[in-house]
């Protein structure tokens, strides 16, 4: 290779390295704050290797899956209050509003409120999130035992709600 | 070693290559894209939790990882395009930035209209849709720059730079959802293990996916053959074309 290209190529390697080390740097320092969400374990036991926890009154987002039977909706208003959980503790969520089309018992949702206190949230958005799994219904059925029923199909809930 | 590489570095054997090919990928490209799409979007079964809302991964997913793969060809033009300083190549980083912006932006806008009905919101600044973004702004950068100065071939070497060093986000992007909490889910195909994507609707996805990169390749020998008749205007083989 003549010396003038290998200059040139050396120092474009040069460039990309140190940017590299630089964005790899930033992005290590801003660890925490990338995250979008705490999930259930982090708020409880704390974030990081300082195992800093957030404070009461702190807005935040909040992420896990909806406790089966956990889903309490007041029947004369849109309230509703669930509990979220990913591997240990649960984490209580209270909102007002209408929540996403996904949103079901055992799902993933993303919650942004405020810390009320060490275990409630009073969120004012509630976000689904969904897996990368896609199937067909069938499929959903046999592998899962979800029921997938058409929203048009679907019949009212009886009772008060 | 490489020898044989070299007739591809002469602009006229570039320009009459690409003329040879663009019909053919051209006609695949269409073929495919109309087979994968209407497979995609119309046969295949609906999702056990989205409905047929998810129809549109058929064009998410293949526009997403071709505004990654269209990132690393223009990087790799423009690395050689400043080492080894082939005009053919330098013009093919200015000829593939605008196919890899268009894109970036269909990914972008095909995620917002799935994000709303499914998540629930159109934006959320989570490490995914963020890092996407930003490879939009390398786009319009390398172009922008490109056109920034007064002598063309300063621009175009600045552009390649740019092109080259944004690199650093196409491992970002890819796997901002393994190292963070993201909203945005995990890899359903890109990863090392079995897709978690039904066959039934994996299939008319690697259509299309082949189809977006077949068409980069058409489009990109189209501004390409532009490219080399702007840049060799005054050269007798364009001169001897252009009187015949």
Same mark, same amino acid.
């Given at each position: 290779?003549?010396?003038? %290209?290998?200059?040139?190529?050396?120092?474009?390697?040069?460039?990309?390295?140190?940017?590299?080390?630089?964005?790899?740097?930033? !992005?290590?320092?801003?660890?925490?704050?990338?995250?979008?969400?705490?999930?259930p374990?982090?708020?409880?036991?704390?974030?990081?290797?300082?195992?800093?926890?957030?404070?009461?009154? $702190? =807005?935040?987002?909040?992420?896990g899956m909806v406790v089966?039977?956990s889903?309490?909706?007041?029947?004369?208003?849109?309230?509703?209050?669930?509990d979220l959980v990913d591997t240990g503790p649960l984490v209580?969520?209270?909102?007002?509003?209408?929540? /996403?089309?996904?949103?079901?018992?055992?799902?993933?949702?993303?919650? $942004?409120?405020?810390?009320?206190?060490?275990?409630?949230?009073?969120?004012?958005?509630?976000?689904?999130?969904?897996?990368?799994?896609?199937?067909?219904?069938?499929?959903?059925?046999?592998?899962?035992?979800?029921?997938?029923?058409?929203?048009?199909?679907?019949?009212? &809930?009886?009772?008060?709600? | 070693?490489?020898?044989?590489?070299?007739?591809?570095?002469?602009?006229?054997?570039?320009?009459?290559?690409?003329?040879?090919?663009?019909?053919?990928?051209?006609?695949?490209?269409?073929?495919?894209?109309?087979?994968?799409?209407?497979?995609?979007?119309?046969?295949?079964?609906?999702?056990?939790?989205?409905?047929?809302?998810?129809?549109? #991964?058929?064009?998410?997913?293949?526009?997403?990882?071709?505004?990654?793969?269209?990132?690393?060809?223009?990087?790799?033009?423009?690395?050689?395009?400043?080492?080894?300083?082939?005009?053919?190549?330098?013009?093919?980083?200015?000829? #593939?930035?605008?196919?890899?912006?268009?894109?970036?932006?269909?990914?972008?806008?095909?995620?917002?209209?799935?994000?709303? /009905?499914?998540?629930?919101?159109?934006?959320?600044?989570? &490490?995914?849709?963020?890092?996407?973004?930003?490879?939009?702004?390398?786009?319009?950068?390398?172009?922008?720059?490109?056109?920034?100065?007064?002598? %063309?071939?300063?621009?175009?070497?600045?552009?390649? !730079?740019?092109?080259?060093?944004?690199? #650093?986000?196409?491992?970002?992007?890819?796997?901002?959802?393994?190292?963070?909490?993201?909203?945005?889910?995990?890899?359903?195909?890109?990863?090392?293990?079995?897709?978690?994507?039904? /066959?039934?609707?994996?299939?008319?996805?690697?259509?299309?996916?082949?189809?977006?990169?077949?068409?980069?390749?058409?489009?990109?020998?189209?501004?390409? =053959?532009?490219?080399?008749?702007?840049?060799?205007?005054? %050269?007798?083989?364009?001169?001897?074309?252009?009187?015949?």
């Amino acid at each position: 290779m003549q010396p003038r %290209r290998q200059k040139r190529l050396f120092a474009i390697l040069l460039v990309i390295g140190l940017l590299t080390g630089a964005v790899a740097a930033m !992005l290590y320092a801003l660890q925490q704050n990338i995250d979008l969400f705490y999930t259930p374990s982090q708020l409880v036991d704390g974030l990081g290797k300082d195992k800093v926890k957030p404070q009461v009154g $702190q =807005r935040l987002r909040i992420g896990g899956m909806v406790v089966a039977g956990s889903v309490k909706r007041d029947p004369e208003s849109l309230k509703v209050s669930f509990d979220l959980v990913d591997t240990g503790p649960l984490v209580t969520v209270i909102y007002e509003g209408i929540l /996403p089309d996904l949103f079901r018992e055992g799902q993933g949702i993303v919650a $942004q409120g405020v810390l009320q206190d060490a275990t409630t949230i009073k969120a004012s958005e509630v976000l689904a999130k969904h897996d990368e799994e896609y199937m067909p219904p069938e499929v959903a059925e046999a592998l899962k035992g979800i029921r997938h029923v058409p929203p048009s199909q679907q019949q009212p &809930a009886s009772g008060s709600y | 070693m490489f020898k044989w590489l070299h007739p591809y570095a002469k602009p006229e054997t570039v320009y009459h290559l690409c003329g040879r090919l663009m019909p053919w990928l051209m006609g695949t490209a269409l073929l495919l894209l109309l087979l994968g799409n209407i497979w995609g979007l119309a046969f295949t079964p609906p999702d056990y939790q989205q409905g047929d809302s998810y129809r549109i #991964i058929h064009l998410h997913v293949p526009a997403a990882i071709m505004s990654m793969g269209t990132y690393s060809a223009m990087a790799i033009a423009a690395f050689i395009a400043l080492v080894w300083q082939v005009k053919v190549a330098q013009w093919s980083v200015l000829a #593939i930035a605008p196919i890899g912006a268009v894109y970036t932006a269909i990914a972008l806008i095909t995620g917002m209209a799935w994000g709303k /009905p499914m998540w629930g919101t159109w934006w959320v600044w989570d &490490a995914r849709l963020t890092s996407e973004l930003i490879l939009l702004f390398l786009y319009l950068g390398v172009i922008a720059l490109s056109g920034a100065f007064s002598d %063309r071939q300063t621009g175009a070497k600045v552009a390649s !730079l740019l092109a080259v060093v944004g690199v #650093i986000n196409l491992p970002i992007i890819h796997f901002s959802v393994e190292w963070w909490n993201t909203l945005h889910q995990g890899a359903s195909i890109t990863k090392f293990a079995k897709p978690s994507i039904d /066959p039934s609707m994996l299939w008319p996805l690697l259509i299309s996916i082949l189809a977006f990169k077949i068409l980069m390749l058409a489009l990109l020998c189209v501004r390409l =053959r532009t490219a080399i008749l702007v840049n060799e205007q005054h %050269r007798p083989w364009v001169k001897a074309m252009a009187g015949d």
